[in-house]
């Protein structure tokens, strides 16, 4: 089964050591990034939502961005019923404690902080792929 995964960051160099990350896994991935949360949005919500039923979607968003923050797309998502079960992982930087509980408490699945070296980077986000593609049923 081929996983849809989708990365929300302002970051293009984050974006960047993600893709490559995924290009080492075995399985199928469909890859799709957006730099601007408002519109990752535009495309999540325009889906057909039978699509959530039929395949696998992960989200891993930044929390600082620019106009929408994480927290705020978080919410967005999550109050959307088609969307519900679609695990998303927040991924930032920070490694404030208060930045993780309000993640959780607004409806993510995990807070993750990002590492500093890439090769440790990368292995986070193969070992974040492939725990949602063996533990997620949508």
């Known amino acids: 089964m081929c996983i849809n995964l989708v990365v929300v960051d302002d970051s293009d160099v984050d974006i960047l050591i993600i893709e490559d990350a995924i290009s080492d896994i075995s399985y199928p991935i469909k890859f799709k990034s957006f730099s601007h949360p408002e519109k990752f949005l535009n495309y999540i919500e325009g889906i057909n939502p039978e699509i959530f039923q039929m395949e ?3 989200i891993i968003s930044d929390i600082n961005m620019p106009k929408i923050n994480g927290f705020e797309m978080l919410e967005r998502i999550r109050a959307n019923a088609q969307l519900a079960l679609v695990p998303i992982i927040m991924f930032s930087s920070s490694s404030s404690n208060s930045d993780a509980f309000k993640s959780v ?3 993510a ?6 590492p500093l070296q890439i090769d440790a980077y990368q292995r ?11 533990h997620h049923h949508s």
């Open 124 to 134: 986070l986000i193969c070992t974040t792929i492939e725990f949602w593609k063996n």
């Open 56 to 58: 696998k979607f992960i």
């Open 109 to 114: 699945n995990a807070y993750l902080t990002k």
């Open 105 to 107: 408490s607004l409806g």
